[in-house]
């Protein structure tokens, strides 16, 4: 899918305008003014870089954070009119922007639209309004429903919804309320993951009402079920696309687990480029300084060994329903995959956990259920 010579761009944009109660997401609030400063201070970054990619074709950019749509639109605007500028796009670029509601206008909308983003991304979390009061959440439902109805209204397509199970207070009925509700909507996607209780956050020192693990269960499985009987395929453990092939699915998030070119821009960005991974530092103040003087914000560089290549190809890639494909394993490694983990295959093969369909290597229905067990043994 990726050739050698196309990219992903993200930018992070680190501000919310209140941090909730489980985020473990670099991100923070802030004055207009140190807003003014870190955009100043990406474009910048922009500038500093485009010469190195001059000749790759831009796949897609996805704005993502924190909250890239609190600030206000012009910032965004031009800082993708900027990497227009810069960069080579190619033809249909994907072009995503995460959304929180009560950060989102009619008007922010609508110049999202003109500026040439093409897909949103909205946190809706949950609908229910204890739920979201619980997390820390700024919006309630119709706050989510107005933003929603409005992306419709303004001409946005492609939208995915990201929804949370496995929330303090959260019972298996509301929770389906919630999956009901947003199937109806017919968002392009939807991203289902469960809340998982990070050390460093405030939840992790809160005696959380969380569901036990069997209704933790049972909202997995009727995620899977709910979902794909709306017209939904699943194409990632976590991910859902409406109807079949490929069109709805998430570019961007794709570039990740198929391991293909891309470029993070902004505070503590992640970078992987032809096998080498880096990322930005993480202090707002010395990325704004650094930039200032022109210097660079990298802060960590890796070059992967060929081991890790074959593990990331393997454990990323078996994220996807999919699963890998094993001639481009041959081609990328000179090895075969069969060879490299002979054993690892052969015993969830035989568990019923993994299967092998011409040249692919997927993980079963059951494998999906128990991927972490799985994927951990395909690292050295
Ligand atoms: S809106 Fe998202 S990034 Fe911001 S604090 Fe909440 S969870 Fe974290």
């Known amino acids: 899918m990726h050739s050698s010579q196309n990219l992903s761009i993200y930018v992070h944009i680190p501000f919310c305008a209140r941090k909730c109660l489980y985020c473990d997401f670099l991100s923070f609030t802030a004055e207009k003014e140190l807003i003014n400063r870190y955009f100043d201070a990406l474009s910048k970054e922009i500038c500093l870089n485009a010469d190195t990619y001059k000749d790759y074709t831009v796949k897609s950019v996805f704005f993502g954070g924190g909250t890239p749509s609190l600030p206000d639109a012009e910032y965004i605007c031009d800082i993708l009119d900027l990497l227009h ?24 909308l609508i110049k999202y639209k003109a500026a040439g983003i093409n897909r949103l991304s909205i946190g809706a ?29 303004v001409g946005f397509e492609n939208i995915n919804i990201d929804l949370m199970s496995a929330l303090p207070g959260q019972s298996l009925e509301t929770y389906l309320s919630t999956l009901k509700k947003a199937v109806e909507l017919k968002p392009t996607h939807i991203s289902a993951y469960s809340l998982i209780v990070e050390e460093g956050t405030p939840f992790f020192d809160m005696e959380l009402d969380l569901p036990d693990e069997d209704t933790d269960r049972l909202m ?20 859902y696309a409406f109807g079949d092939g490929e069109k709805n699915e998430c570019y961007h998030n794709k570039v990740y687990w198929e391991r293909g070119n891309y470029l993070g821009l902004g505070l503590g960005a992640s970078s992987m480029i032809e096998n080498v991974r880096f990322s930005n530092i993480t202090d707002i103040m010395e990325y704004i300084g650094r930039l200032s003087a022109s210097e660079s914000v990298v802060s960590e560089k890796e070059e992967l060994s060929f081991e890790s290549q074959m593990e990331e190809f393997m454990f990323l890639g078996l994220r996807l329903v999919k699963g890998v494909d094993m001639d481009l394993f041959y081609r990328q490694f000179g090895k075969k995959a069969e060879d490299v983990y002979g054993d690892v295959i052969v015993k ?24 972490n067990t799985v994927m951990a043994e395909f690292c050295f």
């Open 85 to 108: 500028s810069k960069f080579i796009f190619g033809e249909d670029a994907e072009i995503t922007i995460e959304m929180n509601p009560g950060t989102v206008s009619f008007d922010k």
């Open 220 to 239: 997995y499985h009727e995620t899977k079920r709910i979902i794909a009987e709306s017209g939904y395929h699943r194409y990632e453990i976590s991910n």
């Open 348 to 371: 969830y093969k035989t568990l019923g956990l993994i299967e092998i369909d011409g040249n692919r290597l997927r993980l079963t229905e059951k494998g999906l259920d128990v991927s």
């Open 125 to 153: 979390q949950s609908f229910n309004d204890d739920e979201l009061k619980k997390l820390g959440r700024i919006h309630d439902f119709a706050t989510f429903i107005k933003t929603y109805e409005a992306a419709v209204e």
